[in-house]
């Protein structure tokens, strides 16, 4: 089956240090990729959506000057949490929408981020 | 606005019982359904997803859902749950973007 790898699985930072999260379509080329985070007991939360080679959509209420999302190519799209705070602290997971097999979304296998 | 609707937040059941899950969604436009599941410890797996044609989509390990376009319905189920059917479920909508509900946690009983 398609594989999204996501890396790192697990990163501590400081405050106020920045944090870039990779997410990889190791087998398909995916030129919509999505970015979630899911808070403890809560369901996942779309953030921001992906395109290949233009700037990201951002969801209401999600920081685009703090998440910033870069989809250089058809296989790798990054999220940079800048200036991180304690409360940045969560799981972040990313999708990528395989065009090929009929837009089904794969997982990566999530991040989980503790600003200290 | 699109979004998803999952109505039972945490199910306990019996080995052997039957599960149904319910998932709403809203969207006006043509829109593809998927179930996914979340076992402890790991991450999202693809559980069935519905495009078109028959209604009644058939995924792995046994699991079921069926499409009512009248009721924007896309419900879960499975005849006889399984003690490793304890996991977190997420039903998603793909319309114009990818939205999941709120997750449904299952814990069967031994």
């Known amino acids: 089956g398609a594989v999204v790898s996501q890396h790192p699985s697990r990163v501590i930072c400081k405050s106020g240090t920045s944090v870039k999260i990779e997410c990889r379509s190791l087998?398909?080329?995916?030129?919509?990729m999505f970015w979630y985070r899911q808070f403890p007991k809560q369901s996942l939360m779309l953030m921001a959506t992906?395109?290949?080679?233009?700037?990201?959509?951002?969801e209401q209420g999600v920081e685009k000057d703090k998440f910033l999302i870069n989809h250089a190519s058809l296989t790798l799209s990054t999220l940079t949490v800048t200036s991180a705070h304690p409360e940045d602290s969560s799981f972040y997971i990313c999708?990528?929408?395989?065009?090929?097999?009929?837009?089904?979304?794969?997982f990566g296998q999530g991040t989980r981020l503790t600003v200290v | 606005a699109q979004s998803v609707s999952q109505h039972n937040h945490h199910v306990i059941l019996s080995e052997a019982a039957s599960l149904e899950l319910g998932c709403n969604y809203s969207?006006?436009?043509?829109?593809?359904l998927f179930w996914y599941v979340q076992y402890p410890g790991q991450h999202l797996q693809l559980l069935l997803k519905?495009?078109?044609?028959?209604?009644l989509v058939k995924g792995i390990k046994g699991f079921e859902a069926e499409f009512i376009k009248s009721k924007f319905s896309f419900n879960l189920r499975k005849p006889s749950v399984q003690w490793s059917d304890t996991a977190e479920y997420f039903c998603?909508?793909?319309?114009?973007?990818?939205?999941f509900g709120t997750g449904t946690s299952l814990t069967v009983i031994p």
């Open positions: 992906s395109n290949e080679g233009s700037k990201a959509t951002y």
């Open positions: 999708s990528a929408r395989d065009s090929q097999r009929a837009g089904t979304a794969f």
């Open positions: 087998d398909f080329q995916a030129t919509t």
């Open positions: 519905y495009f078109s044609g028959d209604p």
């Open positions: 969207y006006g436009g043509t829109v593809n």
């Open positions: 998603a909508a793909d319309g114009n973007q990818f939205y």
